[in-house]
Nanobody, 121 residues
């Protein structure tokens, strides 16, 4: 079984920073793209940032310039550093990853359980 576990969410004041982490565990053969999504109350889940296995990144316009996605392949972990946080960044943040397992014979997209980020004074 493969699992993704996020951490690092919490309450932060406007203008503050947070670093989210997401670690994949299990018998993993390889990981392709990894990403972060978020879902605010009453809204659909939206893409925040992605990073592929080669390290190329992409960002939603709403977070571009304020956030950095990175990954540590040795630890099967993806990070999201968020700076200059705004109230509109308040949401549950989910990570996902495209993972090969079972010796490279099984490919699936996995999601974490989500971590709450609240930006408020």
């Amino acid at each position: 079984q493969v699992h993704l576990v996020e951490s690092g969410g919490g309450l932060v004041q406007p203008g503050g920073s947070l670093r989210l982490s997401c670690a994949a565990s299990g018998i993993i053969f390889g990981i392709n793209a990894m990403g972060w999504y978020r879902q605010a109350p009453g809204k659909e889940r939206e893409l925040v940032a992605t990073i592929n296995s080669g390290g190329s990144t992409s960002y939603a316009d709403s977070v571009k310039g304020r956030s950095t996605i990175s990954r540590d392949n040795a630890k099967n972990t993806v990070y999201l550093q968020m700076n200059s946080l705004k109230s509109e960044d308040t949401a549950v943040y989910y990570c996902n990853a495209d993972i090969w397992s079972r010796g490279g014979t099984y490919y699936n997209v996995y999601w974490g359980q989500g971590t709450q980020v609240t930006v408020s004074s």
